[in-house]
């Protein structure tokens, strides 16, 4: 069972950068349901668009896959019983709870999870990737390599779902849309401390771009169709189709 996420609840004099270690593992449910709105709905969301792109016989990668939400909302979409799921994270800890819900899942489609850096898996013979709040992570500068490789080991019409923080161009728009983001982490109990330390452990660590940068680079890469599916202030989710 997760805990109440209380990691930034007292003054920390010299905050270290966020790191997705144990203590993050054991509240990060709770961390990030409330701190991502909507996230809730955009797992299961996920799964059923999976069901438009899943092919028989082919591989779905969760790149970045955390506790393996949306890997287990997939697996409980599909009727499937030949695919296989790729979950993906560079974090021992992530890796280790993730494989225990797993295991302690009942649905039939494989999931094979790895504790890898999701810059090195060979994206292989895919219907379906999911970044699910992954690229934000990266350097500016990995991110189109990475997506690269995720259109080259893409099966024509597979696609890719990427769920990311952005920012805006109009500072107007950003300073509204970061004070609304505020607010709602207020509403789910969240302090005015506890926002603070938390943006000041991931500045330099979670790196966003505009909607129209993510969607440049998708186009260059060879997407033939990107839709923006979800939208909650400042958080959005792409499905890019090869």
């Not at 970045?64 to 979409?77: D, V």
């Not at 000041?200 to 909607?211: D, F, R, S, V, Y």
Request: proline fraction near 4%; aromatic fraction near 10%.
């Amino acid at each position: 069972m997760s805990k109440q996420d209380d990691l930034y609840s007292k003054p920390i004099a010299n905050p270290a950068e966020f790191r997705f270690d144990e203590r993050v593992v054991s509240v990060f449910p709770d961390m990030i349901n409330r701190s991502v709105p909507g996230y809730a709905l955009i797992i299961p969301m996920i799964g059923l668009l999976a069901r438009r792109f899943v092919t028989a016989g082919s591989r779905i990668y969760d790149l970045g896959c955390s506790l393996g939400a949306c890997s287990l909302a997939i697996r409980h979409a599909l009727s499937l019983s030949d695919a296989e799921i790729i979950a993906v994270d560079n974090s021992e800890a992530m890796v280790a709870r993730c494989q225990q819900l797993v295991d302690d899942d009942h649905a039939t489609i494989p999931v094979n999870v790895q504790l890898a850096d999701i810059e090195t898996v060979t994206i292989r013979d895919a219907s379906l990737v999911v970044l699910n709040f992954t690229l934000q992570f990266l350097s500016p500068t990995a991110r189109t390599e990475l997506l690269a490789g995720i259109f080259n080991g893409l099966q024509p019409g597979g696609a890719l779902v990427l769920s990311e923080k952005v920012c805006f161009e109009d500072q107007e728009q950003q300073q509204l849309f970061t004070g609304w983001h505020h607010d709602f982490k207020k509403t789910q109990g969240y302090s005015d401390l506890e926002i603070a330390q938390k943006r000041n452990a991931l500045e330099n660590i979670l790196i966003p771009e505009t909607l129209g940068a993510h969607f440049d680079r998708l186009s260059a890469i060879g997407f033939q169709k990107t839709y923006n599916w979800y939208q909650c202030f400042n958080f959005f989710s792409i499905i890019a189709i090869k």
